[in-house]
C-alpha cells in the first residue's frame, strides 16, 4: 500500500480564499483522522471519522472548518474563508481499528497570506 | 480523561550515549500507548506500540520501552545515541472514550552532538 497519501503537500493562498486539503486513507482502515500542527500549539485533533461517520470534530477551530469523508477512500478538509492564523502543517491519518496505530501522510504546509 | 505529559522538552545528548526520554500518561482504563517520531519538514513514522502484551517493547532502530502501570510511564531509551536521532519525539495515548482517538504529548526535541 503507498500509505495515506495528502494533496497537496503546499499551498500558498491569499487571505479570504477557500482552501481545500484532500487525503486518501489507507485501503482497509476504519478510521480517519485530521491534525494540524504549529509551533505555538503542537499537534491538535481536529476532527476524527469511522466508517466515514464524524465522531468528534470538538477540535475544529471555528465555523469556517469543515471536513467530509463522501467515502472509505476519500476525505477533505475545508477552510473558507482562510485566515492567516490558519497557517500550519496539517496531517491526515488512517487506522485499522480503534486499539492500533495510525498512519501519517506527509502532511499538507498551509500558508494563509 | 487521559492525557500524556513529556516531561522534557529538549534533550541533548553525545553521539554513542544513552538517551532517555520521559513520558507519563493517566487514563482510567488501560491505554494503548505509542511512541512517533517527526524529522525536520517530514510527516509522523510510528517508533513502537504497547498494547498490553510484553511490558518492555522493542521500535525501530534500536529503541525501546517500557509499560511501568505503577508508575503511569511509558519512558523511551535508546542505548546508544546516533546523529541521524536527531528529531521531534512524540507520545501518545488512547483516549478513554469508546472511539478511542489518539492524545498527542508536546514532544521532545532530541539533539545528538557530535
Known amino acids: 500500500d503507498a500509505g495515506v497519501i495528502q494533496s497537496p503537500r503546499h499551498e500558498v493562498t491569499e487571505m479570504g480564499q477557500e482552501v481545500t486539503l484532500r487525503c486518501k486513507p489507507i485501503?482497509?482502515?476504519?478510521?480517519l483522522f485530521w491534525y494540524r500542527q504549529t509551533m505555538m500549539r503542537g499537534l491538535e485533533l481536529l476532527i476524527y471519522f469511522n466508517n466515514n461517520v464524524p465522531i468528534d470534530d470538538s477540535g475544529m477551530p471555528e465555523d469556517r472548518f469543515s471536513a467530509k469523508m463522501p467515502n472509505a477512500s476519500f476525505s477533505t478538509l475545508k477552510i473558507q474563508p482562510s485566515e492567516p492564523r490558519d497557517s500550519a502543517v496539517y496531517f491526515c491519518?488512517?487506522?485499522?481499528?480503534?486499539?492500533?496505530?495510525?498512519?501519517f501522510g506527509q502532511g499538507t504546509r498551509l500558508t494563509v497570506v | 480523561a487521559q492525557s500524556v505529559t513529556q516531561l522534557d522538552s529538549h534533550v541533548s545528548v553525545s553521539e554513542g550515549t544513552p538517551v532517555l526520554l520521559r513520558c507519563n500518561y493517566s487514563s482510567s482504563y488501560s491505554p494503548s500507548l505509542f511512541w512517533y517520531v517527526q524529522h525536520p519538514n517530514k510527516g509522523l513514522q510510528l517508533l513502537l506500540k504497547y498494547t498490553s502484551a510484553a511490558t518492555l517493547v522493542k521500535g525501530i532502530n534500536g529503541f525501546e520501552a517500557e509499560f511501568k502501570k505503577s508508575e503511569t510511564s511509558f519512558h523511551l531509551t535508546k542505548p546508544s545515541a546516533h546523529m541521524s536521532d536527531a528529531a521531534e519525539y512524540f507520545c501518545v495515548v488512547t483516549t478513554d472514550t469508546g472511539r478511542r482517538a489518539l492524545t498527542f504529548g508536546s514532544g521532545t526535541r532530541l539533539q545528538v552532538q557530535p
Open positions: 491519518a488512517s487506522r485499522r481499528n480503534r486499539d492500533g496505530e495510525a498512519f
Open positions: 485501503s482497509g482502515h476504519d478510521y
